[in-house]
């Protein structure tokens, strides 16, 4: 089991497979994008699964296949596949901005190896809101609401995540939460953590937000029947079928209870979202380590996790000190 020196159990991981994505959200990359690593230095599918099949021999459960955006990387479908076959890996799940979402359920249908759940990124419902936020023409909302169903009917695990903005998509949360009234989906509001390019942008709490859907819909009552491995807390409102999920990175802290290590696409584990402590797997792979060996090496800087994240309004992680910024960590 991978333990932390402060008692906690890693038993997640999430791996970004892409740092590319094919929309610039403002609050992720500039307009212009970020430059992509050089397809030489991300790591192949192969080597991904050997590090997640040792990994789970160390304990991981849990696998978020994540990105930039992963479904503009071919070959996911059946990476994700794989990783669903390994021993030991409870779960696989997805995080995505949808756009590619129909293709990639195609061909996953296909080969009958659909993830546990997915989580779909949706920050505003207006498409010309949606628009602002993503920087793209294509009508993300669109792509979206209409797989819900058919992924409800799969019986994979849906979960929208949206990340409000001061003054920007705020008019959104309303009508975002109301996904959540006839289907059974989790909405959840992320709290937008100062990281990279968010640094210019600035969150709304999630008490804040709580407020606002008690006002409109009456009582937050914390439940505790969604599934998942993650610092959201979750409550239903009155006549909802679905459930209110608040990430509140910011204003509350959620590192007691954090389970959780990041792979990047360039094969870096790290330990902690907000600094770059961590261990260079692709340097270990290229010197042609054993699995023993990079056994060793992960549960050694595993145990180097730190207590808590340094993400805060007032110390903002700058993209020049950060060139791992949101979309090559994954989220
Ligand atoms: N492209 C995929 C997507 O958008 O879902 C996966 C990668 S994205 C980096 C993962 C999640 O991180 C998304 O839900 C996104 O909204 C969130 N995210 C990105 N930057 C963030 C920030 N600064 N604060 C909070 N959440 C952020
Ligand atoms: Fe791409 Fe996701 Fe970042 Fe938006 S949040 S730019 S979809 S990686």
Redesign the pocket.
């Known amino acids: 089991m991978l333990k932390d020196s402060f008692g906690r159990t890693l038993d997640y991981l999430r791996v970004?497979v892409t740092d590319r994505?094919n929309?610039r959200?403002v609050?992720?990359m500039p307009p212009e994008g970020v430059e992509w690593k050089p397809h030489n230095t991300v790591l192949s599918f192969e080597d991904f699964l050997r590090i997640c099949r040792i990994m789970a021999e160390l304990g991981i459960r849990k696998i978020k296949v994540?990105?930039?955006?992963?479904l503009v990387r071919r070959g996911v479908a059946s990476f994700i596949k794989n990783l669903t076959e390994l021993p030991g890996i409870e779960k696989v799940t997805l995080?995505?901005?949808?756009l590619l979402l129909s293709a990639y359920l195609d061909e996953a249908e296909a080969m009958g190896a659909l993830p546990a759940g997915i989580?779909?990124?949706l920050?505003a419902l207006n498409p010309e809101q949606s628009k602002q936020i993503t920087r793209n023409d294509n009508t993300v909302p669109q792509a979206i609401l209409p797989l819900l169903d058919r992924l409800l009917g799969k019986n994979i695990t849906v979960k929208i995540?949206?990340?409000p903005i001061r003054n920007s998509n705020e008019e959104e949360i309303l009508p975002i939460t109301a996904l959540a009234k006839d289907k059974n989906i989790a909405v959840r509001f992320?709290?937008?953590?100062?990281?990279?390019?968010?640094a210019a942008s600035k969150?709304v709490p999630g008490g804040e937000i709580a407020a606002l859907l008690e006002k409109t819909y009456g009582a937050l009552t914390p439940y505790s029947g969604v599934s998942g491995s993650g610092p959201a807390v979750y409550y239903k409102l009155p006549g909802f079928e679905g459930t209110i999920g608040f990430i509140n990175?910011i204003s509350s802290g959620f590192c007691e209870t954090c389970n959780r290590l990041r792979l990047t696409s360039g094969g870096f584990l790290k330990l902690c979202l907000s600094d770059d402590l961590g261990l260079d797997l692709k340097e270990l792979l290229r010197a042609g380590a054993s699995d023993k060996e990079i056994a060793h090496a992960i549960t050694e800087i595993a145990a180097k996790k730190p207590r808590y994240h340094n993400l805060s309004e007032v110390y903002c992680v700058r993209p020049s000190e950060h060139p791992d910024?949101?979309?090559g960590?994954?989220?």
């Open positions: 970004s994505c929309l959200c609050y992720c994540t990105g930039g955006e992963p995080t995505t901005n949808g989580n779909i990124s920050d995540n949206c990340v992320i709290e937008l953590m100062p990281l990279g390019f968010a969150p990175a910024g949101m979309s960590i994954g989220g």
